[in-house]
Each structure stands twice: as C-alpha cells, then as structure tokens.
C-alpha cells in the first residue's frame, strides 16, 4: 500500500485562510484591548481617571428597551395569531439583562453622590 501525498486542495486552502483569519483578528483585538489598557493606566498614574463619576450610557437603556419591545411584538404576534411565539427567549434575556445593568449601574452612581444629589 502507497501512502498518499498531501493534496493540496480547496478545503485544505479554506481552512489554512480561515485560521490566518482567525489569529488576524486576535491579533487586532488583542492590539486594541493593549493599548486601551496602557492609556487607562496613563490617567490614572496622571490622577485625571474617576471611575466613580462614569454615568450609564444610555444606549444601553435603548437596546434593553428595544429588545423587550422585540420579544412583546413577538409575544403579541404569535398570541394574535394563535401559534407558538418564536425564539424570543434569548431577546427578552438580554433585554432585561442591559435594563438591569442600566438600573445598578444608575443607582451606584446616585449613590455614590456623583451627580450631586444624595442617594434615596
């Protein structure tokens, strides 16, 4: 029995690609997460970082809202309809998980005193 040579096919250049691909874009990220670091560390070594005075962005609130708005149109849809709603699990999950981080995030800062009221 004679081996077989390495045929150099299209999968095989698929594959190679798709792993030059791969590591291409962790390389990227990797790149940006490094250089994110460095410069929080600068403003903090120079005292001009407040992590305690960072607000909640408010798309955050936006994307909560408009994914619960998502799973209700579908709930509604499929109620309407008399079928089975689709898959909304996952929506109205990380729906209700932004509008979560939203609200802690919102109180630690009213609680913190960062905007200049007291907390409640």
Do not use: C
Not at 34 to 60: C, D, F
Not at 76 to 88: F, I, L, S
Not at 107 to 117: K, V, Y
């Amino acid at each position: 029995m004679r081996p077989v040579p390495l045929q150099i096919g299209e999968g095989i250049v698929v594959l190679v690609g798709m792993g030059l691909l791969f590591v291409a874009v962790l390389a990227l990220v990797s790149i940006f997460a490094y250089t994110e670091h460095r410069k929080e560390m600068a403003l903090i070594e120079s005292g001009q970082y407040a992590a305690e005075n960072v607000q909640p962005a408010p798309w955050v609130l936006a994307v909560g809202l408009l994914l619960l708005a998502v799973v209700l149109a579908d709930v509604v849809r499929a109620a309407w309809a008399g079928t089975v709603p689709g898959d909304g699990l996952t929506s109205a999950a990380l729906g209700l998980a932004a509008l979560a981080y939203y609200w802690f995030r919102r109180r630690g800062t009213r609680d913190s005193g960062a905007d200049g009221e007291t907390g409640d």
